[in-house]
């Protein structure tokens, strides 16, 4: 069985690019225009009433962090980069990729009946469950700054190799297009993490 790579995109394919089943929802492909650039750098697509958001994005980006504190500030938070959430699956390629465990995660949504629930995760599977959260947000940040913050971070070795960095830069280039395509909202995730978290409440109603 392969390390598990915490935080790094899925490979679902050659070259790690998402399957298309990341692309059934979104401002885009529901034929909605997106909206302005929110003060804070939120990019706004459309009113919904909210309850259920995933946070998704690149390693490095900070979901993890932002769902720690999240968390602290006593907002229901799940962390999918674990073994109860996702689980390992052989492509019809041969490559290892770490999926969601689709009836926890239909579980987990269809259970959620109060208050805020917050999703990190980036899974070549998850766009199945974009009709079911009611924030996609996508938090981003330069090629550097990720890079700066997967070499200073001590919970979580991938990105220390240098095949690991080049696998980060070549997942930015081509699957961050296909979260962003696909996301409701877009964060600078260069802000201090306060910030982020702030605008994730706003997001969720708070």
């Known amino acids: 069985m392969p390390t598990r790579r ?14 298309p089943v990341l692309r059934p ?16 750098g939120v990019v706004g697509a459309y009113a919904v009433r909210v309850g259920k958001i995933l946070i998704t994005g690149m390693s490095g980006v900070g979901k993890s ?18 073994d109860v959430w996702s689980r390992w699956v052989t492509t019809p390629d041969g490559s290892p990729d770490w999926v969601w465990r689709e009836q926890a995660i239909t ?10 629930l917050f999703v990190a995760g980036c899974k070549t599977n998850q766009g199945r469950f974009y009709p079911s959260f009611d924030q996609v ?30 696998a980060v830069l070549h997942h930015l280039a081509t699957v961050e297009p296909l979260l ?19 605008q994730l409440e706003e997001l969720a109603g708070h």
């Open 137 to 166: 947000v996508l938090l981003s940040a330069p090629a550097e700054v990720l890079l700066v913050r997967i070499a200073a971070r001590t919970g979580n070795p991938y990105g220390k190799r240098p095949e690991e960095r080049n």
């Open 6 to 19: 915490r935080g790094a995109p899925a490979t679902g394919d050659a070259g790690g690019v998402p399957q």
């Open 107 to 116: 579980d987990l949504l269809a259970g959620h009946a109060t208050g805020s």
């Open 65 to 82: 962090t932002a769902l720690q504190l999240l968390r602290l500030r006593g907002h229901r938070t799940v962390d999918t980069d674990t």
């Open 25 to 40: 929802r979104g401002c885009r492909a529901a034929g909605l225009r997106p909206g302005p650039r929110l003060p804070g």
């Open 180 to 198: 962003r395509a696909t996301a409701t909202h877009e964060l600078d995730a260069t802000a201090p993490v306060e910030i982020v978290v702030r």
